[in-house]
């Protein structure tokens, strides 16, 4: 391990990052700015979802245009809106405004509001049985392979984290943990991102050709894709079903974030950095690394279930049907944030074996998921 001060590290001198920060934080009129970038770009991608597959109905392209779900639009505008940015020099100034984060977990919550409480309660049990597989499976082999190749142990913590549990959100978890240096973070979020995209396009294709149904096709992609977000998308694109079972997959693994970034915390403190006994991570951390988006999920299915089960879900159409167009807006802008956060730069600075690491892991994420969600989602249904 380097003897070298870790001034870069995340967590680390806290009470000079203010300072720091003070003359570069951008304005509150560039992250507006980010804001409405990122609202036109949705509200295209929007309109070509729904005038597309009209338009070109009867031509050549008219069956792939039908095919077409608004997670391809939103994210190619996205990247293309990025490419516009940064030729202009306007990229940085406005990345304020692209609140990923904030968009998925608004648009998971409401979610929630469209899967009957039951389903959940009846698939949370495979979920968590797959969950915990998945996850001790693929971090072991990627913890594993990062020392066979000599990473730093902290660079190995995120690409585990990230690889294995639920991508960029595990990896910053995974830094405050180990208090890993930015440049690490910022490298693993960028790959995740790297993977993460092709997949939201490859994983429907391989489901389709291997013809699984609807519940297996959802948990193969909630267990596999590394962001809550191209999980997201990919579920969309294979169908409504398999949305809904990759999402309470995801879900899962996001819950168990919490117990990874404390057994993280605890292993470089007690062992990888020998820090005194009173540094010992406390059990409050837990509930601090918890997702509390997935328990504003489970409200909206609770609450939406009950208020079927006492309206009849006849009269309760017209208000989840808003609730259900509310959801796609904020996931359109989220995949339209995704395409304008992606950055390739700092890939470039590790060289080839943290890509080679990352990569075999996903290999043994996609075999292992795919045998557990056959085995544990075969016959499921989330038919209410």
Do not use: H
Not at 92 to 98: N, P, T, Y
Not at 256 to 272: D, I, N, W
């Amino acid at each position: 391990m380097s003897s070298a001060p870790d001034t870069g590290d995340i967590g680390s001198e806290t009470a000079e990052a203010p300072a720091q920060d003070a003359g570069t934080s951008p304005s509150a009129g560039r992250a507006v700015g980010g804001v409405v970038a990122v609202l036109v770009l949705g509200g295209l991608a929007r309109y070509l979802e729904q005038t597309v597959p009209d338009a070109t109905d009867g031509t050549a392209f008219g069956e792939i245009a039908a095919a077409i779900e608004y997670p391809v639009y939103a994210i190619v505008l996205g990247l293309l809106g990025n490419v516009v940015l940064t030729q202009l020099g306007l990229r940085d100034r406005l990345a304020a405004g692209f609140r990923t984060e904030f968009f998925i977990k608004t648009g998971l919550v409401l979610l929630g509001a469209s899967i009957n409480f039951a389903v959940i309660v009846s698939a949370t049990g495979p979920a968590i049985v797959q969950a915990v597989v998945l996850i001790t499976v693929v971090f072991a082999f990627t913890w594993w392979l990062g020392g066979r190749l000599g990473l730093d142990d902290k660079l190995r913590a995120l690409l585990a984290s990230a690889v294995s549990i639920c991508g960029v959100s595990a990896a910053i978890a995974a830094a405050g943990a180990v208090q890993a240096r930015k440049e690490q973070l910022a490298y693993t979020a960028s790959m995740v991102i790297i993977f993460a995209l092709p997949s939201i396009f490859l994983l429907p294709a391989a489901v389709d050709a291997l013809g699984l149904d609807q519940a297996v096709g959802g948990a193969w992609v909630g267990g596999n894709i590394d962001t809550t977000a191209a999980v997201t998308a990919a579920g969309a694109i294979v169908g409504e079903e398999a949305l809904q079972i990759a999402t309470i997959v995801k879900t899962t693994q996001n819950a168990l974030l919490g117990v990874v970034a404390v057994a993280l915390t605890a292993y470089f403190t007690l062992r990888v950095e020998r820090r005194a006994v009173s540094a010992r991570p406390k059990a409050r951390e837990l509930w601090e690394r918890f997702p509390k988006f997935v328990l504003g999920f489970l409200a909206a299915s609770i609450i939406a279930t009950i208020y079927i089960g006492a309206v009849g879900s006849a009269d309760a159409r017209p208000y989840i049907t808003i609730v259900n167009d509310l959801r796609t807006l904020f996931l359109i802008l989220a995949f339209v944030s995704i395409g304008l956060e992606f950055r390739v730069a700092p890939l470039r600075e590790a060289g080839w074996r943290p890509v080679g690491v990352f990569a075999s892991a996903t290999v043994v994420n996609l075999a292992v998921g795919l045998g557990l969600a056959v085995l544990l989602f075969s016959g499921f249904s989330a038919a209410t």
